[in-house]
């Protein structure tokens, strides 16, 4: 078999596969540039697939969050339960840790869910990652989602590197319609958002 390589050579580039993959589609992409909000429509696929590329706060500490809709983005405030747990090291290397993340996560609430704590907006910091959301448009079943975020936590002694674990549920039974992206303060300075569909 043949070795397929990406001529545009970075994920960030991509708008077009040369090679077939089976059920997965690049439905949407957005490019951040000073965004508010940045938002996707989601329809009948089984599974959403998200990836964050190098997503830069306008705001030191910003914290990238989401939230759905399910009356086509007039309200995003689906009522969500949902568990996290971060791994972390600091740049000396000195502060290893491994914690779960009350302040982040949601019991049967309607507010926005944290995919990463503070992210540091220097020039040369950022955060990436990615998320799953199962079955959106099920009118039977709650919609249950997964994530999993890099980023560069600044401190005042020392900065971190954090891996964040997100997953959890939409607790309804209506169809999600949309899918909102923002920061916490301020916008999402720069950075890409692709969303592929499954089925």
């Given at each position: 078999m043949a070795l397929t390589k990406?001529?545009?050579?970075?994920?960030?580039?991509?708008?077009?596969?040369?090679?077939?993959?089976?059920?997965?589609?690049?439905?949407?992409?957005?490019t951040a540039s000073g965004s508010a909000t940045i938002d996707f429509t989601l329809g009948d696929y089984k599974e959403y697939q998200f990836y964050f590329v190098n997503i830069h706060p306008s705001v030191d500490g910003g914290i990238f969050q989401m939230n759905f809709s399910i009356d086509s983005g007039s309200n995003y405030n689906v009522t969500k339960t949902t568990t996290v747990f971060i791994a972390e090291q600091s740049e000396t290397g000195t502060f290893p840790g491994l914690s779960y993340q009350t302040a982040s996560d949601l019991a049967q609430s309607t507010s926005f869910q944290r995919?990463?704590?503070?992210?540091?907006?220097?020039?040369?910091?950022?955060g990436s990652g990615s998320?799953?959301?199962?079955?959106p448009s099920s009118g039977v079943y709650v919609k249950h989602f997964i994530?999993?975020?890099?980023?560069?936590?600044?401190?005042?002694?020392?900065?971190?590197?954090?891996?964040?674990?997100?997953?959890?549920?939409?607790?309804?039974?209506?169809?999600?319609?949309?899918?909102?992206?923002?920061m916490s303060s301020g916008n999402i300075d720069a950075g890409k958002i692709l969303m592929f569909g499954i089925n």
């Open positions: 990406l001529n545009n050579k970075a994920v960030a580039n991509v708008t077009t596969l040369p090679v077939a993959l089976g059920d997965m589609v690049l439905v949407s992409s957005a995919l990463t704590t503070l992210i540091g907006n220097d020039n040369d910091q950022s998320m799953s959301v199962y079955n994530a999993t975020t890099q980023f560069y936590y600044p401190d005042a002694v020392v900065d971190f590197s954090q891996n964040m674990f997100t997953a959890g549920y939409a607790n309804t039974t209506s169809a999600l319609t949309n899918i909102r992206f923002q």
